[in-house]
């Protein structure tokens, strides 16, 4: 009696955080400006790709060949105030629609109001994909089937959502001297990964899996587990303009967007976002993250963290996992291709 | 006798048409059904782009909706004109515009005409077959369905329950023995037309009318009254997911398509390129006949249905994370976590693991840090042997390694010092052995020198914590395989206990003991023991110690000559 006197609280006052950040989006609106718009291209039943971006030259193309490959048909971006050429890059891609904005990261939830605004507005009815320049997904059968077959298999099976977990992706060797060119596959240059080590939880408030762990928990979060990077993930999603992503794409609201997973022990597919954080360009972005405090919750716990970064640590040892395909991440337990063959 | 193909199409109206003109081309008439949810300018263009091909025609749309009788109605209208506008057609084949065919036509049809007069429809009784999805499956046939599963789910499942309440049953009409099977099918010209024009056909259709998924039952139920000589079997390969949902066919499966043999495949993706292009293809004709064989797509296909419903034991991941309080087996595999026989036995790591092939490791819930089993500071799976990230999620720790170390046997030491947060899952998981000797945590500190006053307040501790630790492991829902001794009761006879824990790990592997690991020296333990009961602590854990059982236990510990006889 209790426990649903306490759900049916908390689902209240969830439903009212949506509505709020749905105002706050509607708000913030204004923070962003077009600069080409090329929204008029997408075809009812598009993929569509979200994200926010600043100072990603290095990643950003491969970035949209390795999405564009998987199927998405339009890319949304935002770009945070580049100084690196990132903006009139994306303003000559014919799939690109872009928009700009000089305010604070931080106070837009880490760009999701301003991805919230272009999601409200173009994202209903199509399944939406919302990542970062430095995530590239994978999926079961991802070398062979495209983001136009997984959607239609998600829809066959009545799933608004598709989780993955994140994650990092480092090199042999100091992170200084890491070598990559232009357009290489950055899992190449960072062909590493923890095979295991990742803790799950039931979040206590959005119902989904909280799973923290990884070589960042391993070697920067030992002192305090409990602000270990999130690496569960929620990135793609058949949209309908109520939804919110609240921090970052981690949590969903209404909460049942976040059950990528079956209860008790069913195993739905879930795939994973490769992190290619630990690019060259590492120090010299950790020690700009240092100067605009613009990271997440806590920028001051984050201090240390990026004075390691810049020291440009060594984070394999010889129980690193090589990476070679999807089919070795189902194999090792962190992706599932559920009952899908 | 000639193949006619009935056709019942509701998207993807492009890859339809090159199916058509597959059909056509291998020779055969070909009735179309095109569902009347469908706009009227697709249909128009659709019907305008197969105008070139004669014996193409249409047949009365009716509007399809999963599970509803309108599938069937339309598969009789269908059937009804083929029959009437080709009189040549023997045999008619039901395909939708999704289904692929994977050999020649001429194939399928040297293959009909090697069996005359047979029918092949997959049919077989709901009582002995557990296909059905949804705990429906007696019940299609004596309950009423008026409302689509798909649109109008709560309607459905209330007025379900609501006849299961009342105890409402139809009567299944005379002369039918209800039947259920794949619904494409081929059937023969003679049993067509005798249910078409079956005297109560009326009543049949009244009746399927308000049967769930008819279309899995009309033909499968009828073709059992009428037809001469049955095959159960579909001729197209189709295969199903936990919920009943068709599996579709990639690109990738070109290989397993192509081994499979079948003539027809569904439901194709209608973006596979690759199996549009290579199929029809012919097979060897070296190799004679080649027959259907789905086996390994079996195999594919019911290995995802299991890995779906079931999923990995041990394996806690984003999708998979089974309640540990009903779960079966919480980790991965079994191990074993033993308690006190290090302090008994200082070198017991290292005897352990040359005896055993098991993987050894030290006490992995030690205060300071995970002490793995070859001093490792990262293990497999790059697991950290930090003791702040280990105890933030220690049942976590343990499955993730029992998760990645599966492969081999894995053993650990543990005692009343250690992070006790494991004590539940050791407890509760049937894949633990637990072995405890119940007060050895007296011999450090017994070891230490340290008078009985100075220790007392730390034995005391150990031995609360060793207490609720034996309580956890006795509780009456544990499933842990236990095996648990007082000090006193291990010295009685050491030989036989590690005989038994050498045994459970090694299986039918281990073998007799040679030595034994060497003991401390535990002369004068009676009397610390004694010492702190005098200062008020009694350490009721231990057993009772004598100088003699000590003195005992090392002769014991010695291996057993046997006499051998000689001839």
């Given at each position: 009696?209790?426990?649903?006197?306490?759900?049916?609280?908390?689902?209240?006052?969830?439903?009212?955080?949506?509505?709020?950040?749905?105002?706050?989006?509607?708000?913030?609106?204004?923070?962003?400006?077009?600069?080409?718009?090329?929204?008029?291209?997408?075809?009812?039943?598009?993929?569509?790709?979200?994200?926010?971006?600043?100072?990603?030259?290095?990643?950003?193309?491969?970035?949209?060949?390795?999405?564009?490959?998987?199927?998405?048909?339009?890319?949304?971006?935002?770009?945070?105030?580049?100084?690196?050429?990132?903006?009139?890059?994306?303003?000559?891609?014919?799939?690109?629609?872009?928009?700009?904005?000089?305010?604070?990261?931080?106070?837009?939830?880490?760009?999701?109001?301003?991805?919230?605004?272009?999601?409200?507005?173009?994202?209903?009815?199509?399944?939406?994909?919302?990542?970062?320049?430095?995530?590239?997904?994978?999926?079961?059968?991802?070398?062979?089937?495209?983001?136009?077959?997984?959607?239609?298999?998600?829809?066959?099976?009545?799933?608004?959502?598709?989780?993955?977990?994140?994650?990092?992706?480092?090199?042999?060797?100091?992170?200084?001297?890491?070598?990559?060119?232009?357009?290489?596959?950055?899992?190449?240059?960072?062909?590493?990964?923890?095979?295991?080590?990742?803790?799950?939880?039931?979040?206590?408030?959005?119902?989904?899996?909280?799973?923290?762990?990884?070589?960042?928990?391993?070697?920067?979060?030992?002192?305090?587990?409990?602000?270990?990077?999130?690496?569960?993930?929620?990135?793609?999603?058949?949209?309908?303009?109520?939804?919110?992503?609240?921090?970052?794409?981690?949590?969903?609201?209404?909460?049942?967007?976040?059950?990528?997973?079956?209860?008790?022990?069913?195993?739905?597919?879930?795939?994973?976002?490769?992190?290619?954080?630990?690019?060259?360009?590492?120090?010299?972005?950790?020690?700009?993250?240092?100067?605009?405090?613009?990271?997440?919750?806590?920028?001051?716990?984050?201090?240390?963290?990026?004075?390691?970064?810049?020291?440009?640590?060594?984070?394999?040892?010889?129980?690193?996992?090589?990476?070679?395909?999807?089919?070795?991440?189902?194999?090792?337990?962190?992706?599932?291709?559920?009952?899908?063959? | 006798?000639?193949?006619?193909?009935?056709?019942?199409?509701?998207?993807?109206?492009?890859?339809?048409?090159?199916?058509?003109?597959?059909?056509?081309?291998?020779?055969?008439?070909?009735?179309?059904?095109?569902?009347?949810?469908?706009?009227?300018?697709?249909?128009?263009?659709?019907?305008?782009?197969?105008?070139?091909?004669?014996?193409?025609?249409?047949?009365?749309?009716?509007?399809?909706?999963?599970?509803?009788?309108?599938?069937?109605?339309?598969?009789?209208?269908?059937?009804?004109?083929?029959?009437?506008?080709?009189?040549?057609?023997?045999?008619?084949?039901?395909?939708?515009?999704?289904?692929?065919?994977?050999?020649?036509?001429?194939?399928?049809?040297?293959?009909?005409?090697?069996?005359?007069?047979?029918?092949?429809?997959?049919?077989?009784?709901?009582?002995?077959?557990?296909?059905?999805?949804?705990?429906?499956?007696?019940?299609?046939?004596?309950?009423?369905?008026?409302?689509?599963?798909?649109?109008?789910?709560?309607?459905?499942?209330?007025?379900?329950?609501?006849?299961?309440?009342?105890?409402?049953?139809?009567?299944?009409?005379?002369?039918?023995?209800?039947?259920?099977?794949?619904?494409?099918?081929?059937?023969?010209?003679?049993?067509?037309?005798?249910?078409?024009?079956?005297?109560?056909?009326?009543?049949?259709?009244?009746?399927?009318?308000?049967?769930?998924?008819?279309?899995?039952?009309?033909?499968?139920?009828?073709?059992?009254?009428?037809?001469?000589?049955?095959?159960?079997?579909?001729?197209?390969?189709?295969?199903?997911?936990?919920?009943?949902?068709?599996?579709?066919?990639?690109?990738?499966?070109?290989?397993?398509?192509?081994?499979?043999?079948?003539?027809?495949?569904?439901?194709?993706?209608?973006?596979?390129?690759?199996?549009?292009?290579?199929?029809?293809?012919?097979?060897?004709?070296?190799?004679?006949?080649?027959?259907?064989?789905?086996?390994?797509?079996?195999?594919?296909?019911?290995?995802?249905?299991?890995?779906?419903?079931?999923?990995?034991?041990?394996?806690?991941?984003?999708?998979?994370?089974?309640?540990?309080?009903?779960?079966?087996?919480?980790?991965?595999?079994?191990?074993?976590?033993?308690?006190?026989?290090?302090?008994?036995?200082?070198?017991?790591?290292?005897?352990?693991?040359?005896?055993?092939?098991?993987?050894?490791?030290?006490?992995?819930?030690?205060?300071?840090?995970?002490?793995?089993?070859?001093?490792?500071?990262?293990?497999?799976?790059?697991?950290?042997?930090?003791?702040?990230?280990?105890?933030?999620?220690?049942?976590?720790?343990?499955?993730?390694?029992?998760?990645?170390?599966?492969?081999?046997?894995?053993?650990?030491?543990?005692?009343?010092a250690?992070?006790?947060?494991?004590?539940?899952?050791?407890?509760?998981?049937?894949?633990?052995?637990?072995?405890?000797?119940?007060?050895?945590w007296s011999i450090p500190l017994f070891l230490s020198g340290r008078s009985a006053a100075e220790v007392r307040t730390e034995a005391a501790r150990l031995?609360?914590?060793?207490?609720?630790?034996?309580?956890?492991?006795?509780?009456?829902?544990?499933?842990?395989?236990?095996?648990?001794?007082?000090?006193?009761?291990?010295?009685?006879?050491?030989?036989?206990?590690?005989?038994?824990?050498?045994?459970?790990?090694?299986?039918?592997?281990?073998?007799?003991?040679?030595?034994?690991?060497?003991?401390?020296?535990?002369?004068g333990l009676?009397v610390f023991l004694?010492e702190l009961?005098n200062q008020?602590m009694?350490p009721?854990?231990?057993?009772?110690?004598?100088?003699?059982?000590?003195?005992?236990?090392?002769?014991?510990?010695?291996?057993?000559?046997?006499?051998?006889?000689?001839?």
């Amino acid at each position: 009696m209790r426990a649903t006197f306490t759900d049916a609280w908390l689902a209240y006052r969830l439903r009212w955080k949506r509505r709020r950040i749905l105002l706050r989006i509607w708000r913030n609106r204004k923070q962003i400006e077009r600069r080409s718009d090329r929204t008029k291209q997408i075809m009812p039943g598009a993929i569509l790709a979200f994200s926010t971006v600043r100072n990603e030259m290095l990643r950003l193309p491969h970035f949209l060949d390795y999405y564009r490959k998987l199927g998405v048909a339009h890319f949304l971006i935002v770009d945070n105030a580049s100084t690196d050429g990132t903006a009139d890059f994306l303003t000559k891609q014919s799939d690109v629609s872009l928009w700009t904005t000089s305010h604070s990261y931080k106070l837009s939830r880490f760009g999701m109001d301003w991805l919230g605004w272009l999601q409200w507005q173009y994202g209903s009815g199509h399944w939406c994909l919302t990542v970062d320049a430095d995530e590239l997904l994978v999926y079961p059968q991802s070398d062979n089937r495209d983001l136009q077959a997984l959607t239609a298999h998600l829809d066959s099976q009545g799933l608004p959502t598709f989780g993955a977990l994140m994650l990092d992706m480092y090199p042999q060797g100091p992170l200084t001297n890491v070598a990559y060119t232009h357009r290489q596959d950055p899992v190449t240059a960072l062909g590493w990964f923890d095979g295991s080590g990742y803790r799950h939880r039931v979040h206590p408030v959005f119902g989904n899996q909280w799973i923290q762990g990884g070589v960042r928990d391993r070697v920067f979060f030992q002192a305090d587990p409990d602000r270990a990077p999130s690496l569960n993930k929620t990135p793609l999603v058949k949209w309908h303009w109520r939804n919110v992503y609240v921090t970052s794409t981690h949590h969903m609201l209404p909460r049942r967007l976040n059950q990528v997973f079956d209860w008790p022990s069913k195993t739905k597919m879930t795939g994973a976002l490769l992190h290619t954080k630990f690019l060259p360009d590492i120090a010299a972005r950790s020690s700009e993250e240092l100067d605009r405090q613009q990271h997440f919750e806590n920028s001051a716990l984050y201090t240390g963290y990026y004075r390691n970064l810049i020291a440009g640590p060594d984070l394999w040892t010889d129980r690193s996992v090589a990476y070679k395909g999807w089919q070795q991440l189902v194999e090792l337990g962190l992706i599932t291709p559920g009952d899908w063959r | 006798m000639s193949l006619g193909v009935v056709m019942l199409v509701h998207t993807d109206f492009d890859r339809a048409e090159l199916m058509v003109r597959h059909w056509a081309e291998g020779g055969c008439p070909v009735m179309i059904h095109v569902d009347s949810d469908v706009d009227d300018t697709t249909y128009d263009r659709f019907v305008a782009n197969l105008d070139d091909l004669a014996d193409v025609r249409f047949s009365t749309r009716h509007r399809c909706e999963w599970g509803m009788w309108g599938l069937v109605a339309a598969t009789q209208d269908a059937v009804q004109h083929l029959l009437t506008d080709f009189e040549q057609v023997g045999r008619v084949f039901l395909a939708s515009g999704s289904c692929l065919p994977l050999r020649p036509i001429s194939e399928l049809r040297a293959f009909l005409d090697a069996s005359p007069q047979t029918d092949f429809i997959e049919s077989a009784t709901t009582a002995d077959v557990p296909w059905t999805v949804g705990g429906l499956d007696r019940e299609r046939f004596t309950l009423r369905f008026p409302f689509a599963w798909k649109r109008r789910r709560r309607l459905f499942d209330g007025y379900v329950r609501l006849q299961q309440i009342i105890g409402i049953k139809r009567r299944i009409p005379k002369g039918l023995m209800p039947h259920m099977g794949s619904q494409w099918w081929c059937l023969t010209r003679t049993t067509l037309e005798a249910i078409l024009n079956d005297p109560n056909r009326r009543r049949y259709d009244r009746y399927f009318q308000r049967v769930w998924i008819p279309d899995e039952s009309y033909f499968q139920t009828l073709a059992r009254k009428h037809a001469a000589r049955i095959q159960s079997r579909s001729l197209t390969l189709s295969k199903f997911d936990f919920q009943g949902k068709p599996h579709i066919f990639y690109d990738d499966h070109v290989e397993i398509l192509r081994r499979s043999g079948c003539f027809v495949a569904r439901k194709i993706w209608p973006n596979a390129q690759v199996l549009y292009e290579n199929f029809p293809c012919a097979t060897d004709k070296a190799a004679g006949a080649v027959r259907p064989s789905t086996g390994t797509v079996d195999r594919i296909f019911d290995k995802a249905v299991e890995r779906r419903t079931r999923g990995r034991a041990g394996l806690y991941m984003h999708s998979r994370f089974p309640n540990m309080e009903k779960a079966n087996g919480i980790a991965a595999a079994p191990f074993s976590v033993m308690q006190g026989f290090d302090a008994l036995f200082p070198g017991f790591q290292n005897w352990l693991a040359l005896q055993t092939e098991a993987t050894v490791h030290g006490h992995l819930y030690a205060k300071d840090k995970a002490h793995f089993a070859d001093g490792a500071e990262v293990f497999r799976g790059a697991l950290s042997d930090s003791a702040r990230l280990r105890d933030y999620n220690a049942q976590g720790f343990l499955t993730n390694l029992m998760w990645t170390t599966r492969d081999q046997y894995q053993c650990f030491m543990f005692g009343p010092a250690d992070t006790q947060s494991i004590r539940w899952l050791l407890a509760h998981d049937t894949n633990a052995r637990v072995w405890v000797i119940s007060g050895a945590w007296s011999i450090p500190l017994f070891l230490s020198g340290r008078s009985a006053a100075e220790v007392r307040t730390e034995a005391a501790r150990l031995q609360r914590r060793e207490n609720q630790f034996l309580k956890t492991l006795r509780a009456p829902d544990a499933h842990a395989r236990l095996h648990i001794y007082t000090l006193a009761d291990f010295l009685e006879n050491p030989r036989d206990v590690l005989q038994m824990l050498i045994d459970q790990i090694g299986g039918h592997k281990a073998h007799a003991l040679g030595q034994l690991p060497e003991m401390v020296d535990l002369s004068g333990l009676p009397v610390f023991l004694q010492e702190l009961k005098n200062q008020g602590m009694h350490p009721f854990l231990t057993g009772h110690l004598s100088e003699e059982m000590h003195r005992r236990a090392t002769v014991v510990s010695e291996p057993r000559s046997y006499v051998v006889g000689h001839k």
